[in-house]
């Protein structure tokens, strides 16, 4: 897995009555202050609601094996696992975790407010991105208004804030086949060094996959390195047999 680079200190944190409990990797309860929270590894927390299934339930609840830890992160709803797959995508995030904290604050006449947002991931970088994911047209204005306080909280940290709603169908779809050939048991040296060298020049998958052998062997291979991003793809129209692969950038 990639290092993570030590985020620095924000410059200024701002004063406010946020706090931030979470869940360390033993179990143990934690409360910080807001401005103590960026030296927290929230990517390595527990979640802070269980996934429960109940009848009758509108979505269906799940883990999804992440391959940038290696580890499962729940997901409460098919968006969810739309986003969680897309973080587990990303080259530049090597840390992910599902319900990484709660967030408290006073509301209206002193009641206090909390919510938990769906994701938090690092980046290489030491950066973090923190995600919630609701539909647009399930978003009730007391609902916006605990989206508004995480965005305001996570600023004050440096960190993104991003509410996510439907992914887009056809890149959601090609990463969902790709990603059935994640796990590194895909891998095969030798086969993804001639793939690799077949597709220095762009050309069909299906042909390059055929210039190198079986496609029933090449092909689980082929996928896993277009997952890894060593070979690229157009993920923007759906994946073909005669979609355009070539080498990464990054490779050549």
Known sequence: MTAVVAQPAPAQVAEGPFEIGYLSEDGAEHRVSLEDAWLVRFESARPVRRFAARKGQRHLSGVWWCATTSAHVGFESWLERDHVV???FDRAVV?????PFWLYWPGAEGRRVSHAPDYFARRSDGSAVV???RPVERRKPADVAQFDA???ACASLGWDYRLVGAADPIRTLNLRWLG?????RHWVASMATALLEAFTAPLPLMGGAESV?????VLPVLFH???RQDL??????PLHATSCVRVAEDLR
């Open 180 to 184: 059935g050939y994640r796990h590194p």
């Open 232 to 237: 690229t793809i157009d993920l923007s129209v």
């Open 225 to 227: 390195l277009l997952w």
């Open 95 to 99: 840390g992910i975790a599902s319900q």
């Open 86 to 88: 897309a973080l587990d």
């Open 131 to 133: 995600l919630d994911c």
């Open 213 to 217: 052998g079986d496609p029933v062997a």
């Open 150 to 152: 995480t965005s305001a």
